[in-house]
């Protein structure tokens, strides 16, 4: 009986390594396809065997979740595109189809939020000290003052990025695990 039960244990431990191994394979995969050395992702998972293509397609996916970050520049942003085109070639279904136009508008309006965020505190900034100013009877020449120069602007301009990028991660973790279910659905 323990012959046998060790033998079920070993059965089990096996194809849970060859799930994992077949992931890191699907893994690579996206990766090749992110770094352009492959083209069309959907054709690369048709090339394998049908028994293997639910782990495959898992680790894929993973890999190209991983890939949809905030845009902090242009290479982030191209990557996110990218990796969002790929999923939708792995699961062009329509609420996956959904899930990642909401996240390509995402990639999209987070730099110029950040722009916004950056552009309303410089103004308030300029305000403020156009004002210290001016009780003090001097006036600054148009564009002189530079907000930056400001002692708490750095501490500021952290906080309100940290919230700004909260919300946004907030967001595409949501997606994320919405487009996580709709894959475990998947045969």
Known sequence: MVMERAARMAAGSDSRLDDDDLMKTGMRLAAEFLGRKAPDLAAVLKEQDPTKQPAIRKGMFETLLRNVTLPRDEALKETGSLALQGILSLGSASPISAICTELQQLLEQYNQHKEQTTLQL????????????????????????????????????????????????????QRKDMIRQYMAQLP
């Not at 900034?125 to 156009?130: W, Y």
């Not at 530079?146 to 708490?152: G, L, R, S, V, W």
Request: aromatic share 6%.
């Open 122 to 173: 410089d103004d308030a900034i300029r305000a403020q000290l156009e004002q210290q100013m001016a009780k003090r009877g001097g006036q600054a020449a148009k564009g002189s003052i530079n907000p930056a120069m400001h002692p708490q602007y750095k501490e500021e301009i952290a906080r309100m990025l940290g919230d700004l990028n909260a919300q946004y991660n907030q967001a595409f973790d």
